[in-house]
């Protein structure tokens, strides 16, 4: 059987997914991407033309999201809009029987998760959420070696993001600069920041963070000189309202340094802005109690590291010695040549961007089909989330706050106006 999909919101991270939809063509003949719909006709059309381009049947285009999961043609929806529409479309698809993969943050707020989460059990949908970065697999290797020992005893994880947007809005997209709209690299890019030392570290217990928006005079400006890895994605979109050059008010958070205190007592430094002008910093280590894991930039290729109390250093595939049984699961292997064990890879940043995706959507059709839990679902979804508002939430207070109070809704200084304006 064929499982067709409808995919909601071809922006920049929906051109994404549709290289990543032509990635799973490859190796894959029953997953159909059969239906795409943007507000935007012109923007759906560019993504056809691409399908086009790359001989896969062209799939029909919608501008209403209603119409498309009214459609009754479709298995499964993938949510790639601006995240205040997420749990909106998640719930309509799940109540009509069809299965969903939102991007990342699940939803808008926390109640939003929670209501989504209500909707998929009530109607025994499964739903995925397409976060990437720790299907990379320098990041499963990274994980093989923590949970192996050979660390010894983790004690801390710094996580540090120090970045220039030299005062432009976050990936020239205006709903990234806006609280209500969830925006703001500190939610927005600290989700992924979240789930990765979540999957690394475990649960996390507390957060004590400061946080700020040191900027909120910006300016729109292209995005090839503002991610020019992404600017041919993000080409096509429109930006209705403003034109390059304008002025924008940013009033969601830029900046957050966070302590986390781990359920297993380490500790994580997660320090995330956009506002570090003259000085990038990117650090991403674990120490344990026998030396340092130095992790890489995910998506990057590039070897992670073992400095080890004695100085010796173990880099990238010298490091596949230390985890023998280590492999990755056929689904990686498959879209990674066959490879069963890497260290390190030689690929362009588009390339390993669409065999993730393409993971991503494998992972979740297959969840469906054995009707069991994808790799990152609700539960995942909602704790990534939920470490990321924690900050935000902790900012806010200026208190420790519970993470578990954060995911359950008993704090929610910060999203309350918004569960409020958005009717959640
Ligand atoms: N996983 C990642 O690495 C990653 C990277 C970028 C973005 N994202 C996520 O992907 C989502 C989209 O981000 P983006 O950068 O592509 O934004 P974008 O603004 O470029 O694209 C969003 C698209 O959704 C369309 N849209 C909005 N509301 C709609 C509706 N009601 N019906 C149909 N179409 C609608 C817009 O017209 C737009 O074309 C966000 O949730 C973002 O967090 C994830």
Known sequence: MTFKIGLIGCGGMG????????????????????????VHKNVAEKAVDIINENGLKPPDIYTDYMELINS???????????????????????????????????????????????????TNR???????????????????????????????????????????????????????????????????????????MGPAESVYAETSVFEPNRKLMPMVNVAPNLAEMYKHRNEPGFKTGDEVLQDAIDTGFALIKFKSGAIGQLVITDTSHGHS?????????????????????????????DGKEVIGEELLKLVPSFELDDLTTTLWNGRRRIGQYDMGFHDTDSRILAYEYMDWVRAVEKSEAPEVGVLEGKNALGLAYSIVESGLSQKKVKVRDVISGEINGYQKDIDISEEI
């Open 72 to 122: 009754r043609h479709l298995d499964g929806i993938a949510i790639v809009t601006s995240t205040p529409m997420h749990h909106k479309i998640a719930i309509a698809s799940m109540e009509l029987g069809l299965h969903v993969i939102t991007e990342k943050p699940m939803g808008l707020t926390m109640k939003a998760c929670r209501l989504m989460e209500e909707s998929a059990k009530r």
């Open 281 to 309: 910093l990117g650090i991403e280590t674990i120490t344990g109690s026998e030396g340092t894991l130095f992790r890489t930039q995910s998506r990057s290729g590039k070897p992670a590291k073992i400095v080890f109390m």
């Open 126 to 200: 499964i739903l995925a959420v397409a976060e990437n970065y720790r299907r990379d697999p320098i990041n499963r290797l990274s994980k093989a070696l923590l949970d192996s020992g050979v660390m010894g005893d983790p004690y801390f994880a710094l996580d540090i993001h120090a970045s220039s947007s030299r005062k432009a809005v976050m990936h020239s997209t205006v709903w990234r600069a806006k609280k209500q709209q969830a925006g703001g690299i500190v939610l927005d890019a600290g989700v992924h920041n979240s789930d990765m030392l979540l999957y690394l």
């Open 15 to 38: 051109m994404r997914h549709i290289f990543g939809h032509i990635e799973l063509r490859k190796h894959f003949n029953d997953i159909e991407l059969a239906a795409v719909c943007d």
